[in-house]
Each structure stands twice: as structure tokens, then as C-alpha cells.
């Protein structure tokens, strides 16, 4: 078909829904309900539907997959290089490996200015970070010749006994462009994640609307959980999700029992009295019982977060309780701060996520996005937190995480939530207080509870370096960071992913970063990327010096600093400039007391570290 005529048909999906779906279309909440639709399919309709970008995107995505697993053995091999944005990160840790991480991102293959390929590739590591690898795998429709609209929002999970789960979302049209199909689809891998397995039912939810009709029917924004307690319901992944329908908009929740390869027939966890829900989270506690959080309105002015649990393994669950009141743009008449800069309209949410404390029976936490609780603020958004201690029953008069000073307009957004098994609480999200005056450059910032949430620690700064956030969609057609990042945790260090531009000309990389528990200095900073590479730190253990071994793709200027377990710098080479390729470097260690310390590699991206031993 020529791209005029493709452009049209899809140019006709969106306009010809009407979303006439209650007994009184006039009213507000139908209104604020349209809107919220219109909203969703604008976030998804990302991809170029011309065949000559598609096919020179797919044909760039292809020879760099075939280049990767040519190169999969070599430690100097990129794994995510930045030719394509990666953004909107979800990551999972193994529970029988620490060292076992996989993360996945959406990939949007940029050709002539328009996106023509989107995929969600998986990386894993074995070795805690210190090299990945990407999977062959790809998440593609299910169905042949389905012309991909737009999709993605990968989410993983880990069971009890190490699988892996991968879920993503299809959203796609067919060659006659009289149906919008979307499609909830999941695999799992036993070698954690460089593998992966399809099954027959890789569907495990699906929706379709005639294109102009106005019954607008639709699955989206799914997250998975798995059973680690040893109740009955050990094992079984459970997936939530907002489904578009007949009478509204539900959160739904199916299950897949242990064993079985096909998730068991939805159910839904939404009341009737809230017309319009979305951006479900869902997590297990210690007796096996679901919990599942979720946004939603009764009246298209006022909206709340709301949570509900299933004792029964997910079959069934009990009455929502409101975990608190939200001011948000576009989502509450009485914001006050009109958005995020840098963020568009159809990028903009709560981002609201929720954790189970199997530590702390009955604890359970969530943090969210907003400009306010009951009553809009002038001073930008913050991160809020609240908790319960009753297995979400009642829950805390939600307190701000972000400590920087209040009144000042800056923005802070995209909070990510973690606890490990001691109890402590780690929270990441973008800040800007660090540009008071133009409130755009953000860098990832975090704190951490170790009370059961009544406080948090000072925050602190992850990144090394902000990023213009208005420079962050340009490579990917203002999709920018996407709509969440993910913290790990283990009882020793905190491992957050997140999506960072500051390069500030629209590439975006997977960063991550390793943070001491116990001191929370940030050990390392490191893009999924082979700008730069601590390759090799010897003897060890040394004595009177030590020697460096690394590599650069391009120019760029290093130092390495020397720091005791406290993180005073003990020993520094200055700053110099090295030309792309693998150097060596000597640093003196002569007169230091014997024990452990650690030696960074620093560059303007960011900074690789090994722990070594001097006697």
C-alpha cells in the first residue's frame, strides 16, 4: 500500500472513536473517560506505517542483533550501543542468583525521522553487572502480516526457583486496516534469560475494535507477580491489567498456576462506581495473599489510588480500600502545576507502583507521582509514599519522599519502589532540584527507609551527570524516558535502572547503577554501552602497585580514583584524555594499610569500579 493511503487509514483510527460506552454520554466522567482513551491510543500509535522506513528499520534492527550474537563471547562487546533509543525500563533479579539480573527496554529503530521498528530486547547478566548479554529473542505480534501500530511495556518476574517471565504488549493493525488488535503475551526462560520460551498460549489476554466504531475495546499497561510464599498458591504468576470494554474500563487480574502453560480466565477487580481505572501493580506477600493497586475516578474531577487483596490465590477479591487521594494534570481539577516540562501530554502519569514487605507482616508500600494529595501545589511534582501495616486495610497519610526545599518550582516524577528481605525500603525517581532556575535538567536520584517507611534518609544523587529533558524525545518521536524505571534490591546493595539522555542529543541508554547498603555510596554508574570498560585490575591481591586495564570506543577523558570502604579518595591519577581503544594504567599503592578498596574508572558518562585487595 503507498504510504499516503497508509497514513490515512491510520490518520482515521483515532478520530472515529467516539467512546459512547454509559447511559449518559454527556456527562463529565464520560468525558474525562473519552479523553483518558484518546489518550492511551495516542501513546501507542508511535510507529511509521510506511513500508520502505519499516523495512530499513527492521533490516538495521536485524544486522545489529546478527553482529551482537556474533559477538556474545567477547567481553568488549556492546550490549546496548546507542544507535536506538532504549527507554522504559523494567528488570528483575533472580532469587536463587543475585548475580542473575535481566532487563529489558523499548527499542525504537529511528529511520529518515520516523520510527519504523519497535521491540522490547531482553538483556541478562551472571556475573552481577559486570558484563550482559541480549537475547535473540524478539516480541513480535502473534499473528502473520499484522502491521505493528505500537506496543511495548515489558515487565519481567522471577519465581521462587529462578524461571524467569517476560510479558509485553502488542498493539497492531491487519492488512485491511478494519481492526486494531492488542494482545497481552508472556514466555519464560530456565537459563536465566538468555533463552527464552514460547508457549502455545503465549496470549494470555486480547482485545479488538472495528476501527471508527464507537465501542473502543483494548488491554494495556499489564504487571506480573509471582507466588514465592509456601502457601498452596506457591509458584503461580499472576498478571494485572486495565482492560477497555463495553461498560468502561476494568483491572483485570488472571493467574497461571504452577506447572500449567495457559493463564486461567480473568478476573475483575475494579468496582462498577469507578468508571475510569488504570495503571495496575500487583505483588504477593508471605501468606500467599494478591495485592493489586491500581488509579481510578468516580467522577472525572477527583482521582484516588485504591488497593484491593485476594486470599484465595487470585480467584476471587475483597472490597478496594483508598490508599490516598492524588492530584495530578489532567487528571484532577485542582492541579495546579499544569505538567512536566520536557514530558508530553500523553507520557504523563502517576506512575504509581506498589511492594509487599515479607519482612514486616501486613506491611505493604506504594509511591506515586502528583502535584498534591487533596489540594494542588504550585511548586512542581513530588514523589509521595504511604504504608500499610494491615495487608492494605487502612493505610498512612501519604508523606513526601523528595527533601529538597519546599515552595522551590522543580519537578521530581517516575518513582520506582523496592524492598528486600531485611525490610529496607530503597525509592528512585528523576529530580531537578539541581535547576532551580529553568526546572528541565533531571538526574535519578534515591533514599531509603529502614524503619518500615516512617522515614527516609537523605537523598542522594545517582547519576554523575543531569540530562535535558526536553532533548530526551528526539530520537524516538517525544516518547522520551518512557513511563517507568525499576530499583532492585538485595540485603547489600541497591541496583536501580533507568533511562538517561545526557548526551543531550536525543540517545537515550539503560543505565544502571551498584549502591552499598550499608554506607549507600554509589559504588559504580555504568551505561548498557561499550563507550567505556574496566577490563582487567592486577595482581591480585597487590602490594606497592596496581595495574589497569581498559577500554574505550571513543576518545574521552578518564582519571581513576583509589578509595578506602568509606569512600575517601586514598589515591588519584588526574584526568587525562586517551584515544579510543584498550590502554593500560599504573596506580601506586605503596604505604596504604592492607584490606579492602576500591578502584573507579571515571569518565564523563559515567564510572565502572572493582573491589580489590591491597596487603
Not at 487509514?9 to 478520530?15: F, Q, S
Not at 533490516?59 to 567477547?74: I, M, T
Not at 490516598?324 to 508530553?344: A, E, M, Q, V, W
Amino acid at each position: 500500500m503507498h504510504r499516503f493511503i497508509l497514513l490515512l487509514a491510520v490518520a482515521a483510527i483515532l478520530p472515529g472513536i467516539a467512546f459512547a460506552q454509559n447511559d449518559n454520554p454527556g456527562s463529565r466522567e464520560q468525558e474525562f473517560r473519552d479523553r483518558f482513551m484518546q489518550r492511551t491510543l495516542e501513546g501507542h500509535q508511535r510507529l511509521s506505517l510506511d513500508p520502505d522506513i519499516r523495512a530499513k528499520a527492521r533490516e538495521l534492527n536485524r544486522r545489529r542483533s546478527e553482529a551482537l550474537r556474533k559477538g556474545q563471547d567477547s567481553d568488549n562487546y556492546p550490549v546496548s550501543d546507542g544507535i536506538f533509543a532504549e527507554s522504559e525500563i523494567h528488570a528483575a533479579i533472580n532469587p536463587t542468583d543475585p548475580d542473575n539480573i535481566v532487563v529489558s527496554a523499548i527499542r525504537q529503530v529511528v529511520v529518515q525521522g520516523s520510527i519504523g521498528d519497535l521491540t522490547c530486547p531482553i538483556y541478562s547478566t551472571t556475573d552481577a553487572g559486570w558484563t550482559w548479554t541480549e537475547s535473540a529473542f524478539r516480541s513480535e505480534p502473534t499473528v502473520a502480516d499484522a502491521i505493528l501500530f505500537g506496543g511495548g511495556d515489558p515487565v519481567l518476574a522471577f519465581d521462587a526457583d529462578g524461571r524467569a517471565y517476560f510479558s509485553w504488549l502488542n498493539a497492531f493493525v491487519d492488512q485491511s486496516f478494519n481492526h486494531l488488535y492488542s494482545e497481552l503475551c508472556w514466555v519464560y526462560s530456565d537459563d536465566g534469560g538468555w533463552t527464552w520460551t514460547q508457549p502455545a498460549s503465549t496470549v494470555f489476554a486480547e482485545a479488538s475494535m472495528l476501527l471508527g466504531h464507537p465501542d473502543a475495546r483494548l488491554v494495556d499497561k499489564q504487571w506480573m507477580a509471582v507466588d514465592r510464599s509456601s502457601s498452596p498458591h506457591r509458584g503461580t504468576l499472576y498478571a494485572a491489567f486495565v482492560r477497555f470494554a463495553s461498560r468502561g474500563m476494568i483491572i483485570c487480574v488472571t493467574r497461571k498456576e504452577a506447572g500449567k502453560d495457559a493463564f486461567e480466565n480473568e478476573v475483575w477487580v475494579s468496582p462498577d462506581s469507578l468508571g475510569t481505572v488504570q495503571y495496575a501493580s500487583i505483588d504477593v506477600d508471605e501468606q500467599g495473599g494478591v495485592h493489586v493497586t491500581y488509579f481510578g475516578t468516580t467522577d472525572g474531577s477527583r482521582s484516588a489510588l485504591w488497593h484491593v487483596r485476594s486470599t484465595d490465590g487470585g480467584k476471587t477479591f475483597g472490597t478496594p480500600s483508598m490508599v490516598s487521594n492524588l492530584i495530578f494534570p489532567g487528571l484532577s481539577d485542582d492541579d495546579k502545576s499544569g505538567g512536566i516540562r520536557g514530558i508530553t501530554e500523553r507520557r504523563l502519569y502517576p506512575c504509581p507502583q506498589m511492594c509487599v514487605d515479607r519482612s514486616r507482616p501486613g506491611s505493604v508500600y506504594m509511591a506515586w507521582t502528583a502535584s498534591g494529595v487533596t489540594e494542588g501545589k504550585e511548586d512542581g511534582m513530588d514523589i509521595y509514599f504511604a504504608r500499610s501495616t494491615d495487608y492494605g486495610a487502612t493505610w498512612s497519610r501519604p508523606m513526601l519522599v523528595n527533601d529538597d526545599p519546599r515552595g522551590v518550582l522543580v519537578d521530581q516524577f517516575y518513582p520506582s519502589i523496592a524492598v528486600n528481605d531485611d525490610g529496607v525500603i530503597a525509592v528512585t525517581w528523576y529530580d531537578r532540584r539541581e535547576d532551580v532556575e529553568w526546572n528541565n535538567d533531571a538526574r535519578y536520584y534515591f533514599a531509603v527507609s529502614r524503619n518500615g517507611g516512617e522515614s527516609f534518609s537523605a537523598n542522594r544523587p545517582i547519576a554523575t551527570m543531569p540530562m535535558d529533558m526536553f532533548k530526551a524525545g528526539d530520537k524516538n518521536d517525544m516518547f522520551g524516558i518512557g513511563e517507568y524505571t525499576q530499583v532492585l534490591m538485595t540485603n547489600d546493595r541497591i541496583i536501580p535502572f533507568w533511562t538517561d539522555g545526557r548526551r543531550n542529543n536525543g540517545d537515550l541508554l539503560i543505565y544502571s547503577a551498584d549502591i552499598d547498603l550499608t554506607t549507600l555510596d554509589v559504588r559504580s554508574v555504568t551505561p548498557f554501552t561499550a563507550d567505556f570498560r574496566l577490563l582487567e585490575v592486577f595482581p591480585q591481591p597487590a602490594d606497592a602497585q596496581l595495574r589497569l586495564r581498559f577500554s574505550l570506543e571513543r576518545s574521552m577523558e578518564v582519571r581513576l580514583v583509589l578509595t578506602d570502604l568509606l569512600g575517601r579518595t586514598v589515591r588519584e591519577l588526574p584526568r587525562r584524555a586517551f584515544a579510543a581503544g584498550e590502554h593500560e594504567a599504573a596506580l601506586s599503592a605503596a604505604g596504604l594499610p592492607a584490606g579492602s578498596y576500591q578502584l573507579m574508572l571515571v569518565t564523563p558518562e559515567g564510572q565502572a569500579a572493582r573491589m580489590i585487595r591491597i596487603f
